[in-house]
Every structure is written in C-alpha cells, then in structure tokens.
C-alpha cells in the first residue's frame, strides 16, 4: 500500500482541516449611512445625497456610544420634534383665518388683511422650520437626484407662490384667480409642512426600531469581568481583557469574552445568540461564547478570543454587512425610482394645464391645487424603503436566532432553493463519533487491537481517530510510539510501530490495493454499517486483525427538523464520504429522499453541477470546511458553524450552533421576509398607481370628489410609515 499525499481526508476522503485565511484589513465603518441607498457614507450627520433621507448613525462605528444602546437617533428625534411643535402652533391661525370665516371675530376680518395675516405666519412654517425640507428640496434639483422631497418642494412652493402672487400682484394671474376672487392656498403650504414633518418623525421612530436587533447584539456584551490574577479578582474593563487570561464568572453574570472552562460548572444560557432556550451544561474544556449569561454555578475560564475575533462581535460585524447589502429584487424598485420622479412632475404638469384648460371656473385655482394634490401624494420613498426595511429586520431577527445570512441577495437566493444536499457527519449527526465495537479476528483480544490502532491515530486529528484513541485512553492503555506517519489519501492512516507497519482505514481501499477481510469479517462489518456504524479495518504488516465499528449519533434536532424541511417542499439529498450502509440507515431514519455515498469531495462538487445543470437551485448544508468546495458551487452554502473563524466565513449563510432546526428557520425566514418585500412592493405600487389619478381628479367628472392637497400629504407620510410598520413584522418572526 503505496500512500498518496495527504490532501484529503483519510477515513471519509474529505478535504483535511487547513488554517483559516487571514483577514484581509479592512477600513473602519463610517459613522453615518443612508438606511436606502447602498454605498451611502458620511462622517457627519444630514440628509442622504441621494434620496434626502436623514442618514442615521452606524452601530459599528458608534457601538461603545452610549446612545448607541437607544434609538441611535435622539438628536434628529427632538429636533424633528420641536419643529412639528412651532409649524403646528403657527399653522392653526392660518387654518382659522382660511378655514373659519363663519366664526364671530376672523369674519370681521377684511379678506386682504385676512389673506397678509395668513402670509405672515405660514411663510415661516415653510422657510423657517420646514427649512430641512426646502434644503432637500434644493440639493436634489442641484444634484438632479430627483426623490420625495423634489415632489414636496414643488408641492409646497406652487401652493405658497400662487397665494402670494394672488395677494400681492393680483393682475399678474388670470381673472377668476385675480384680486377679486382670489383664492389663497397658505393653509395648504403650512399644514403640508406640518405633516411631512410629523411623518419624518414618525417614519425617523419606526426606522429606527428595524436595527433593534443589532443593537441588542451588541448590548449583550458586558462593559466589564474579573480578571483573576495573583490569587485575586480585579475587576477589568473587557477591552483590557487579553488572550489567555483567567477570568472568574458569578452565577448570573454575562461571560465577557470566548474562551474555555478550565474550572467548575454551571449552565449557560445561550438563547440570545442561538434561539435555543435549554440552558447548556458545562464543564471543564467546554467552549463558552461572549455575551452569553452564565447560570447558578461558577467557572473559571481562560480568554481564547477577545475584541473583534469573538462570535459576538463577529455576528454583529457580519448582520451589520448584511443590512448594507441590496437584495436582487431591489432591482425592480431601483428601475422604477430612477424615472418616477420625472413621471410624477410631468402628470402633475399635465393635471395643470387640463384643468387650467378644460376646468370649471375658477379653472386656475383647480390647476393649482389638483397639480399640488398630485405633487405631493407621489411618495417615492415607500418605494426604495419597500426592500432594505424588510431585510434589515429579516437579517437582524435571523441573527437573534442564531442564523448568520451574510448578505441580502442570500436571502432572496435561499427563497428559490429546491434541493438541499446534507453532509452527514457534524451536519445531520453529533460530529462526536465513539467506539461502539471491537472486532477482533480470532487469536487476538480487543485490546490488544485497540491498542495497534490508537497508537497509529493518535497523530491524526480526525473524528473517528479522537474516537479510537478516546476509547483507548478509556481502558488505560498506553499508546505505543509511531514512526514514518502518513495520511493515506482515500483510505486511511499508515505508521510504524516498532518494526510493523500498521494501516487503519476503509475495506474499500484494501481491496484496491490487493488486501482482503474474511468472509465473517466483511459480514459483521456490513452488519455495522446497517446498524449506522463507520467501520474501519485494522490491518498489521498487511494481514487483517479485525475492525473497529464507530458510531456517530444524529443529532436530536435532526428528525423533526427534517420534517420541517420537507414541509417548506424541499428535497433532500445526503451526500456523504462515508460507507453505503451507514448512510443509507441514516438517511432511512431521518427519511431523507436520496443518498450518494464514499464520495470524495470533487465527487460532492460533481453532485451539486449535476443538479444545477438540470436548472434546479441548489443547497448545500456542510460543516464549513471539509465541504468547501461543494458550500462554494452551490447556490447556497450553509455552513453548520461552531463559533470559528472559519466556520463563520466559510459559506454565505452560518447555522451558530449548527442545529438543525436554524436550518429549517433559515429557509422560513426567507420566505416570510420575501413575502413582506413583495407586499411593501405591491402596496407602494398600488398606492401610486391609485393615488395619483384620484389626486389628478379622474373622480371629479363621475363623483365631483376632489383630493385636497392636505389629505394627499397625510397620505404620502403614511404610505411610506405603513412600509416600515409591515417589515418590523418580522421582529416577531418564530
């Protein structure tokens, strides 16, 4: 038995553990972004270049801020706020001087002082504090980035421009809409004003709830630990906490940092990173996650991952990057804004002068406010929030439950998935394999088989050899000195002991090399695989000694999962390195739909074309490393993580814990965050497509029903609020 390079590997012919990748540096978050547009950035607060939405703080730049732990927008809060407060409180006189002429002391009032009073208080409404409003108005006509607050402007200033006009140059408008029966629209100015202010500040408290998640990420980190040195417990702010020091956890208390219990036991709530509610035991060498909340006990644990490198920061770092993103059905909105606005003015342009032309008397003052109604109705900012809003809240809730979406074209990707292939061990079993059988050939004890075998794999760092050489340990038996060790490529592991040469690995492998098992051996190791055993032979100087039967649980999560899967119409395929047997009885158990069996990993890469080349989406479940290549050709890698680096970055969707069940959550969360893209899109389509013909009076001729100005802006603030309330729906997503 010739050995090959050790590139895969040598029990399931996967691709062998290598070291994760460096991180690439990368420039630091900037601490301002526009929550619709992509690429969007600003050292300081204002308005979007864009589309004129206020660009709000990024939790990664501001995550040791103080405020951060709130809104992240207080500041525009209170003063959006206080100008809601003056515009209101200077609107109601011009609202009872336009509006309430039949009270005993405004009809006293002549009509031209009446009409100069209302001037002097809705003018500052409109240049005073609605003057974020004009300047939005004002940037996206120099940066010809027409959005909501071009229509508003327009809106507003034909409505404010006309009264003026009308009250202070009367002969320069037509005659019905001259002096004598001059018709003022500073009510219309002011209270238009007034409600797309409120509407800012009830769309800026909406938005700001979408990133709740985040945020709760990132509370979940203490600002302190105790650091245990000398003998004594001082208490040390997190960022000062350094690889491999010793720190002391209090019943109750949240674990600052990554790391490893070194002594003691408690349980350890990890709901909050993973959705799972049953406390975790843990003891001595168990893994433990930063942010996580420690139970009755206490532990000493030492610091293996701290700052940036923890789970905690490295799922807030990759939710955040997630949000960013734009998924693909973003395109449509993106089509449809790049003209709406130009479209809008040109109807609104189109309404004026058929109504100037074609109205009843006075036919200008219909112009005026029918092309104001269709001015301000048009809200293209229910549009471009339809998408981003509800992936912000699906990725954020996603990473509450402990599944890692990197970016939103995944999302919208994991929607389309037809096939999901699985991996079996560490994706459908424990991934902690144990010796459930010791067959040894006649003349030789069990023991003494264990024993040549766990010799030789103790220099290899796979499940099934941790298996053996724990199961050696177990019965106290000392391992043997091995030299010349080499991982057999396909097959198994091959070293010397002493003067012998010793091979443990696969009977398929020994076949092809010319070395075969007894009748009763190969027998009892088919009965083990039936039973869901990996079966190894151990082999001395190429003379069989016997087997080794290896059994890998499947995990609890696992059946029901499963049948959830095959719920959301999904079929599901194992692909696997391991024996026929082994995995057909896994896949009977679980009732997974087909089996592929002793593949390699370009074999798994073949499986996955395969099933793309038949125009099926394809997704593929695997443990993030061993199946890389397979996680990269698929439509859609999930990888079942365990808190590493590579786990985390080695597919495009992570499962944290690696529990069946988030897979099953990974796939309905996609659909239900789909579902509310489509009715945030379908629901900003609809509004236009009525609102602006009612607006432009199409009703008139058949019901005499006009759109007063005023009522179309209430319905443009509520249009693009009604978005954000759908997709904060999904906060509540199980």
């Known amino acids: 038995m010739s050995p090959n390079a050790p590139t895969s590997c040598p029990h399931c012919s996967s691709d062998e553990k290598k070291p994760p990748a460096p991180v690439k540096e990368t420039l630091p978050p900037a601490p301002y972004i526009c929550p619709m547009c992509e690429g969007v950035r600003s050292d300081k607060p204002g308005p979007c270049p864009q589309c004129g939405m206020a660009l709000e703080k990024n939790p990664l730049a501001h995550r040791n801020e103080p405020e951060c732990c709130g809104d992240g927008g207080e500041d525009e809060v209170r003063d959006l706020w206080w100008r809601v407060r003056w515009s209101a409180a200077m609107t109601v006189p011009v609202l009872l001087l336009s509006m309430g002429m039949d009270l005993p002391v405004i009809r006293d009032i002549p009509h031209d002082a009446s009409g100069w009073m209302q001037f002097v208080w809705a003018t500052p409404v409109v240049f005073w504090v609605g003057w974020p409003l004009m300047m939005r108005f004002a940037s996206s006509l120099r940066t010809l980035r027409f959005n909501m607050f071009t229509l508003i402007g327009l809106g507003v200033l034909a409505a404010w421009a006309c009264s003026t006009v009308a009250l202070a140059a009367p002969h ?44 709760a990420l990132m509370n979940l980190a203490p600002k302190t630990a ?25 019943p109750g208390a949240r674990i600052p940092v990554d790391g490893t219990v070194t002594e003691g036991s408690s349980t350890v709530d990890e709901s909050m990173l993973t959705g799972e509610s049953m406390p975790q035991k843990k003891e001595a060498n168990a893994s433990v996650t930063g942010g996580t909340v420690n139970g009755a006990g206490t532990f000493l644990m030492r610091a293996e991952r701290v700052g940036a490198n923890t789970m905690l920061s490295q799922i807030v770092e990759l939710t955040a990057a997630a949000q960013a993103s734009r998924a693909p059905v973003q395109r449509l909105a993106d089509r449809v804004s790049a003209w709406f606005v130009p479209a809008v003015v040109g109807v609104a342009l189109l309404t004026f002068l058929l109504w100037w032309r074609f109205g009843p008397q006075p036919s200008f003052a219909f112009a005026v406010v029918n092309a104001v109604a269709v001015l301000i ?118 070293g010397n002991v002493g003067e012998n040469e010793v091979f443990v690995g696969q009977e398929s492998f020994l076949k092809k090399n010319g070395v075969f098992i007894s009748a009763e051996c190969h027998s009892h190791s088919m009965k083990m695989q039936a039973e869901g055993c990996t079966v190894v032979v151990v082999v001395l100087n190429e003379k069989p000694l016997g087997l080794i039967a290896i059994k890998d649980k499947i995990k609890d999560s696992a059946p029901s999962a499963i049948t959830a899967l095959h719920a959301l119409g999904l079929k599901l395929q194992m692909i696997t390195g391991d024996a026929l047997a082994t995995a057909q009885r896994v896949a009977k158990d679980l009732s997974i739909d087909e089996v592929a069996a002793e593949v390699s990993p370009k074999e798994k890469l073949l499986h996955v074309y395969q099933a793309r080349g038949k125009d099926r989406h394809v997704a593929f479940a695997g443990d993030g490393i061993n199946d890389a290549p397979a996680l990269a050709a698929a439509d859609v890698g999930i990888a079942m993580g365990t808190g590493t680096d590579v786990a985390i970055q080695s597919a495009p969707v992570t499962l944290v814990k690696g529990d069946l069940r988030a897979l099953h959550q990974a796939f309905a969360l996609s659909h239900a965050t789909l579902k509310v893209i489509r009715q945030n899109l379908m629901f900003a389509f609809v509004y236009n497509g009525l609102g602006i013909p009612v607006a432009a009076g ?22 693009s609020v009604s978005v954000i309330l759908n997709s904060l729906r999904l906060r509540r997503f199980q």
């Open 377 to 494: 109705i048009a809200c293209p900012c229910a549009l471009g929030l339809a998408t981003p809003m509800a992936v912000t809240v699906g990725l954020g809730r996603g990473a509450q439950l402990g599944v890692l979406i990197k970016d939103a074209g995944t999302l919208e990707r994991l929607h389309d998935i037809d096939i999901l292939m699985l991996d079996k061990t560490g994706t459908l079993t424990e991934g902690k394999p144990s010796v459930a059988e010791v067959f040894p050939l006649p003349g030789l004890s069990a023991r003494d088989l264990l024993a040549c075998a766990a010799a030789v794999e103790a220099m290899s760092e796979h499940p099934i050899a941790t298996a053996i050489v724990t199961a050696a340990r177990e019965r106290n038996i000392p391992l043997a000195t091995v030299t010349d060790f080499q991982a057999v490529t396909g097959g198994g592991v091959l």
């Open 698 to 719: 199409i009703l008139y001729p058949f019901t005499g029903w006009l759109l007063n100005p005023m009522i179309a802006s209430v319905a443009m603030s509520l249009s």
């Open 172 to 215: 320069w408008l037509p005659h019905q809409a001259g002096h004598a029966g001059m018709v003022l629209y500073f009510e219309s100015a002011a209270v238009i004003t007034v409600l797309v202010l409120l509407g800012q500040l009830l769309e800026l408290r909406a938005r700001t709830a979408t990133g709740s998640a985040i945020r």
């Open 226 to 250: 105790l650091l245990v040195r000398d003998g004594e417990e001082i208490e040390t702010p997190v960022d000062d906490i350094q690889i491999g020091d010793v720190l002391r956890l209090k």
